[in-house]
């Protein structure tokens, strides 16, 4: 473990860095390849998702901002949050923007968008949501494990670890 991983959870990249760099790359990869698709079909479902996505942050956050915990990445935490959004997912600011990224797909009739979650949702838990656990371990210790033990890092039982 490094030394500091008590005293700050990440440096860079940023999670809200890897969406946007896998919105970039969407985006990119749409104007050389577009990829032909019915998904604007389904844009009610990507609207909906995005607001989903949008409930999630916003709850997390208001939820951070009444236990005057931090809610900046590379700061250390200050409060480990167990309510709220927090009750279903360890991570809801990250399912949400994953969520976002989702919706986005058919509300904007961008396929890559799509294809960018599963990378998107890799990358954020390599770089970013193993990283923060460590931290939470070494800080909080045994409230973390129960914690950990109890709610999934994304959403229910599916992406459990």
Known sequence: MPPDIAARPNRIPWPPLIYA???AAALVLGALWPL???IDHFRPVGIALMLAGTGFDAAAMVTMRR???NILPHRAATELVTSGPFVWSRNP???GNTLMLAGAAPAFGQVW????????VALVAALAI???ERHLAA?????????AARTPRWFGNYIKQ
């Not at 968008?113 to 998107?120: D, G, H, I, Q, W």
């Open 93 to 95: 600011i990250y399912l």
């Open 21 to 23: 760099a896998c919105v």
């Open 113 to 120: 968008l799509l294809v960018m979650v599963p990378v998107a």
């Open 130 to 132: 193993r990283r923060e």
């Open 67 to 69: 236990h005057r915990a």
């Open 139 to 147: 800080r909080f210790g045994p409230a973390w494990a129960a914690y």
């Open 36 to 38: 032909a698709s019915d």
